[in-house]
């Protein structure tokens, strides 16, 4: 099956500072891709979607300028936590969907973030 | 309400029993996703249906479009299907809140 890698997989930073995690599809063009979040015994929760080339949808309640994501290429998206503070410690995963005409989405395997 | 409702929560099986695990939506939907999460995070996606009933080595998926209503079997079960089983719905998923399956040997 289709392949969508996540990188880095665990990241530690500093209250304060800014993180990037990287989602790739490996071996299909992904013209959306969607980012997660899911807090310890809680579901995922979609915060946006992101088309290639255009600017990404964000979720009601989720800060554009705090989760800056990009879209650059088909195969890449990327989402940075701004100025990270420790309640946005959570585990962040990536999907991605190969057309507008499949519904069928293909996970990465997540990135846990620690906000110290 | 929430829009998609799993049961149960949690399952607790022996090894060798079959398992079902339900999910109704209350939103009409495009297709229907099966996940299964290990411990640790990584997300697998099992099967994606809009229709009837699709199958996968142990695994089989239902799906009544007018019942809005789903149901995930595991024939034969083992130690290692222990994990969270999803529902997810919609081309902008709306997630269910998972089942907790524990198989043991």
């Known amino acids: 099956g289709a392949v969508v890698s996540q990188h880095p997989s665990r990241v530690i930073c500093k209250s304060g500072t800014s993180v990037k995690i990287e989602c790739r599809s490996l071996d299909f063009q992904a013209t959306t891709m969607f980012w997660y979040r899911q807090f310890p015994k809680q579901s995922l929760m979609l915060m946006a979607t992101s088309n290639e080339g255009s600017k990404a949808t964000y979720e009601q309640g989720v800060e554009k300028d705090k989760f800056l994501i990009n879209h650059a290429s088909l195969t890449l998206s990327t989402l940075t936590v701004t100025s990270a503070h420790p309640e946005d410690s959570s585990f962040y995963i990536c999907?991605?969907?190969?057309?507008?005409?499949?519904?069928?989405?293909?996970f990465g395997p997540g990135t846990r973030l620690t906000v110290t | 309400k929430n829009e998609v409702e799993q049961s149960p929560q949690n399952l607790t099986a022996q090894e060798g029993e079959f398992i079902t695990i339900n999910c109704s939506y209350s939103?009409?939907?495009?297709?229907l996703h099966w996940l299964q999460q290990h411990p640790g995070g990584g997300i697998v996606s099992l099967f994606m249906?809009?229709?009837g009933k699709k199958k996968h080595g142990r695994l089989i998926a239902t799906i009544n479009i007018q019942e809005k209503h789903s149901s995930l079997h595991i024939t034969a079960s083992h130690p290692r299907d222990s994990a969270v089983y999803i529902c997810a719905v919609g081309s902008r998923l709306t997630f269910g809140e998972g089942t907790q399956l524990t198989v043991n040997p």
């Open positions: 999907s991605a969907r190969a057309g507008t005409a499949s519904y069928e989405q293909y």
């Open positions: 939103v009409g939907i495009s297709a």
């Open positions: 249906l809009s229709s």
